[in-house]
């Protein structure tokens, strides 16, 4: 099994900067992507940003511009830096792994902006 643990949530007003994180550990051997994703009350889960092995990105429409993926050495750690936050940023925002055919969750941390 893998765990994935986010920290770095928080309520602070539009405008300002976040940074969240998440630390991955268990039975990892072949990282394909980490990433995050969020989910506002009452919607679908939604991609955020993702990053791959290989260091290819991938944002939403909705980010970018704003949030960042940085590329670090730590295999089993993934950031989001997330700038000029929004109210509809608003969200739980979930860390996401997948290795091989598997893909794991962790249990989220939230975001609230306020306007």
């Known amino acids: 099994q893998v765990q994935l643990v986010e920290s770095g949530g928080g309520l602070l007003q539009a405008g300002g900067s976040l940074r969240l994180s998440c630390a991955a550990s268990?039975?990892?051997?072949?990282?394909?992507?980490m990433g995050w994703y969020r989910q506002a009350p009452g919607k679908q889960r939604e991609l955020v940003a993702t990053?791959?092995?290989?260091?290819?990105?991938n944002y939403a429409d909705s980010v970018k511009g704003r949030f960042t993926i940085p590329r670090n050495n730590a295999k089993t750690m993934v950031y989001l830096q997330m700038n000029s936050l929004k109210p509809e940023d608003t969200a739980v925002y979930y860390c996401?792994?997948?290795?091989?055919?598997?893909?794991?969750w962790g249990r989220g941390t939230q975001v609230t902006v306020s306007s």
């Open positions: 996401n792994l997948t290795q091989g055919w598997e893909g794991y």
């Open positions: 990053l791959t092995t290989g260091g290819s990105t």
């Open positions: 268990g039975n990892i051997f072949r990282i394909n992507t």
